[in-house]
């Protein structure tokens, strides 16, 4: 168990739909990172935030945004879902200063 | 940019049978390198990390990588397969400034003959 904890676990919707992901970080880490992993694409970094700012963005779509809050929390918002966006979505958090990062279970969307 | 390549999407060994997975990174500033382990159904697992300092790491479960600059290489191995360690394996890379977001390769399967 990381100390990363993410919810929910699975999710499945329609296309167009939108949805949440909600994501704790460890004790005490205040970085938040967002990465997608899909067949076709692997492992891709998505947003960071630290301390609830956004520090970082990647292969980021319009259609997704991300946000912290001030209990340091994260969530990861997907709007006007395609069948593309059906991928495990993972969180993960680190301490500043230190660069690996613990990650969560994951959330599973399917998009139908 | 920085990139990795992870040298084979599946590798099968023998159980007891070293592991050799391999990892080439690029990158235009030292980097630091990293072996995360994903078994079924799970999120992924610091297996070690290399930042600064002595080049060969030992990480959890017996296995251990070795920076080599010269050869801008991180290959992870273990001495002796156990069947316990069939998953994916995913090397990654971060550079050093403000953000410490990771790049990844594409994995190796690892499977463990019995």
């Known amino acids: 168990d990381s100390g990363v904890t993410q919810t929910p676990k699975h999710l499945i919707t329609a296309t167009g739909q939108r949805v949440t992901l909600r994501c704790s970080p460890r004790s005490g880490d205040l970085s938040v990172y967002w990465y997608q992993q899909s067949l076709d694409q692997g492992l891709q970094f998505l947003i960071q935030y630290y301390n609830g700012e956004e520090r970082a963005k990647g292969n980021i779509l319009e259609r997704f945004s991300a946000q912290q809050f001030p209990d340091l929390h994260s969530e990861l918002n997907l709007s006007s879902l395609e069948l593309g966006d059906s991928a495990l979505y993972f969180c993960?958090?680190?301490?500043?200063?230190?660069?690996?990062?613990?990650f969560g279970p994951g959330t599973r969307l399917t998009v139908l | 940019a920085q990139s990795v390549t992870q040298l084979g999407s599946h590798v099968s060994v023998s159980e007891g049978a070293l592991v050799l997975l391999r990892c080439n990174y690029s990158?235009?500033?030292?980097?630091?390198l990293f072996w995360y382990v994903q078994y079924p159904n799970q999120g992924l697992q610091l297996l070690l990390k290399y930042t600064t300092g002595a080049t060969l790491v030992k990480g959890i479960n017996g296995f251990e990588a070795e920076f080599k600059k010269s050869e801008t290489s991180f290959h992870l191995t273990k001495p002796s397969a156990h069947m316990s360690d069939a998953a994916e394996y995913f090397c990654?890379?971060?550079?050093?400034?403000?953000?410490?977001?990771?790049?990844f390769g594409q994995g190796t399967t690892l499977q463990v003959k019995p």
């Open positions: 990158s235009s500033v030292p980097p630091y």
């Open positions: 990654a890379v971060s550079r050093s400034g403000n953000t410490g977001k990771l790049i």
């Open positions: 993960a958090s680190s301490v500043e200063g230190a660069r690996e990062q613990f």
